[in-house]
């Protein structure tokens, strides 16, 4: 059976008349097992593959051999669907048309769906909402499938109507979490990433087909591993203060103060979807009514739940000093997680300005990401900003644009700028 421990990270201490209180909390979880394998429910997964007439050859064949690879890491007994997707989506297996729209895997059900990936061919447009709701129907054809994941591929960017994706989005949002992957470079990040933080995973390059069949079959394989389907972050604050925000902030940054639903008058709902063996920091900030120096206050309780049941239970306290040297440190984790949230930001939007020629910004926005990325010792940051920019000064932030920049360099930064690094012990 899965356990979940939980511990906080901050500085309690506020200086007389201070409201504002900041904390990391580590989960982490173990013995999660396998993807429904617990008795909570069965587990599902879709492999959803663009098969628009921009694939081309080389992609496709590559996408074709990472489906087959995924499609070998599904555990058997686990229910699943393989989805093709032009300007409208189809089910590529199992082949029916009424009742349950997935099957369960075993070796026969794993050779038909392969052979049936084989029958692939590119032709048509892109219409990624369809797609979405497709998967959508699919996973509610079998009630029992309550751990439900999907990987998405696409090489090229949505020509669906304005706000036809965005819907889809809205509609999956809470039913499904999805893992995406962008083939090459004729897809939108943003776009994409959309997709991703709203169901609950992760987006990525892979900028050349060889390289997709090691991406499918590590995501397949993580997604076995989630034993727990789902779980929820509750934060409970006293009456009269305000929760600020929530935010993972680990291996992702992750906002999640507008995902919150309401568990009863003090307390926020936070989703978390399924979980492996592995740990999450969630970044809490809250703000309280000012004490009398000398006083202490429960600030927030930071629960992990699984249903109706508690796993595990973190205490974020306040007290009041008017000792300097107590109110002026900044909890390490807290500075660390602050400047990696800051790092996403100012590369999203350094890349944004860039995009839309303006060198200025993008050069101020670039440069002091350069510098967050060597504050907070985030390695891959840095070593994928020294492709977009020259350092002059990595300590300062003085950095130029470089003359030229391949495509799939900046696409690998702008995807990765929400991924975080952990602080050095």
Known sequence: MAEFTAAVYQNEFLPDGGTDVNAIVTVTCSRAGTAGQTGAGAAGEIIIVDTSGSMGSATMAGAKRAAQAALAEIVDGTWFAVVGGTDKAYLAYPQVTSGPGLVRMDEDQRRRASAAIDQFRSGGGTAIGAWLDLAGVLFGSVPEVTQRHAILLTDGENGE??????????????????????????????????????????????????????????????????????????????????????????????DLTDRRIEVNPLTGGYPTGAWADESRDYHVAVRVAARAVGQEQLAARVQLAIGDDVAAQGLVKATWSDNSELTARIDQQVAHYTGQAELASMIQEGLAAKAAGDEATATTKLGRAVQLAAETGNEEATSKLRKVVDVQDEKEGTVRLKAAVAKADEMALDTASTKTTRIKK
Do not use: H, N, Y
Not at 201 to 206: E, K, P, R, S
Not at 213 to 237: I, K, Y
């Open 161 to 254: 109507a304005p706000g036809v994706l965005d819907a889809a989005i809205a509609r999956a949002t809470g039913v499904f979490q999805c893992d995406c992957r962008g083939a090459g470079t004729d897809w939108k990040v943003d776009e994409v990433r959309r997709i991703a933080q709203a169901l609950l995973g992760t987006v990525d390059i892979i900028p050349e087909p060889a390289l997709m069949r090691e991406q499918f079959e590590a995501l397949m394989r993580q997604a076995m591993s989630r034993g727990v389907a789902d779980a929820q972050l509750r934060v409970w604050a006293p009456q009269g203060s305000q929760v600020l925000f929530v935010r993972q902030v680990s291996p992702t940054v992750e």
